[in-house]
């Protein structure tokens, strides 16, 4: 058994006040807990109002990863030790977020966002967009990024998804194993690749040997495991 807490995106989803939350029930494969999409259809099926037509216009996002509208499907579960998991909800449609809202956020009744006043676009305002658009844009980091986004927007999860399911993996070598290291060209390998993702390799060498010999010279597994560790993903 697991909570899933269903945020829905657009609302007050960082106080957790209005999230809904539903048990449910996980199965285990391979050593590998998962669970049915149909649970979360079921969770969101109100005959009559919200049926799968509806469910199929909702996005449900879990660890940055659209999950496929299909009952037969299933989702890896990575549980931490508190067995919650967090779900976004996205709805582009109005019609369907009142749905939402009134039949299964029902607290956000209360709560709906209000409308803003229109600004102003006075001269100032203009000059003052102006200067943060063309400060933006010269970042090389967010001109590349957008670029992946408008030619490239499946890389987003395929990124997304890599670094989600690295693991990580603590094992200590001998002096015997480090002087029979062979490994050492998948080594300057995952080297040059972690040098050109800025990432600091000083001090991290024993760490990448460790994780080579650990995965028998595998580059990707051992590359996932570092940046897991690394950045604390």
């Given at each position: 058994m697991f909570t899933t807490i269903f945020k829905l995106v657009g609302y007050?989803?960082?106080s957790?006040?209005?999230d809904y939350k539903v048990?449910?029930?996980d199965k285990a494969e391979n050593n590998i807990r998962y669970m049915d999409m149909k649970n979360i259809i079921d969770s969101f099926t109100v005959p009559g109002v919200i049926e799968m037509d509806t469910i199929k216009d909702i996005r449900f996002i879990y660890r940055g990863t659209t999950l496929s509208i299909d009952s037969s499907s299933k989702i890896e579960l990575r549980l931490p030790e508190c067995e919650t998991i967090v779900i976004h909800v996205f709805a582009s449609?109005?019609?369907i977020r009142e749905k939402l809202v009134n039949n299964i956020f029902i607290t956000l009744k209360s709560f709906l966002p209000k409308k803003e006043e229109p600004i102003v676009m006075t001269d100032s305002i203009i000059n003052s967009m102006n200067t943060n658009i063309v400060t933006l844009f010269s970042d090389t980091d967010f001109v590349n990024?957008?670029?992946i986004i408008l030619n490239k927007p499946h890389l987003l999860n395929i990124?997304?998804?890599?670094?989600q399911h690295g693991n990580v993996v603590e094992?200590?070598?001998?002096?015997?194993?480090e002087i029979t290291f062979t490994f050492m060209e998948q080594y300057n390998t995952v080297m040059d690749i972690l040098k050109k993702l800025n990432v600091n390799i000083e001090g991290?060498?024993?760490?990448v040997k460790n994780l080579l010999c650990h995965f028998k010279g595998h580059i990707n597994l051992t590359l996932r495991s570092l940046l897991v560790a690394v950045y604390d993903l």
């Amino acid at each position: 058994m697991f909570t899933t807490i269903f945020k829905l995106v657009g609302y007050d989803i960082a106080s957790g006040i209005h999230d809904y939350k539903v048990t449910m029930d996980d199965k285990a494969e391979n050593n590998i807990r998962y669970m049915d999409m149909k649970n979360i259809i079921d969770s969101f099926t109100v005959p009559g109002v919200i049926e799968m037509d509806t469910i199929k216009d909702i996005r449900f996002i879990y660890r940055g990863t659209t999950l496929s509208i299909d009952s037969s499907s299933k989702i890896e579960l990575r549980l931490p030790e508190c067995e919650t998991i967090v779900i976004h909800v996205f709805a582009s449609s109005m019609e369907i977020r009142e749905k939402l809202v009134n039949n299964i956020f029902i607290t956000l009744k209360s709560f709906l966002p209000k409308k803003e006043e229109p600004i102003v676009m006075t001269d100032s305002i203009i000059n003052s967009m102006n200067t943060n658009i063309v400060t933006l844009f010269s970042d090389t980091d967010f001109v590349n990024l957008l670029r992946i986004i408008l030619n490239k927007p499946h890389l987003l999860n395929i990124a997304s998804s890599y670094i989600q399911h690295g693991n990580v993996v603590e094992i200590k070598i001998s002096d015997s194993d480090e002087i029979t290291f062979t490994f050492m060209e998948q080594y300057n390998t995952v080297m040059d690749i972690l040098k050109k993702l800025n990432v600091n390799i000083e001090g991290i060498e024993d760490e990448v040997k460790n994780l080579l010999c650990h995965f028998k010279g595998h580059i990707n597994l051992t590359l996932r495991s570092l940046l897991v560790a690394v950045y604390d993903l």
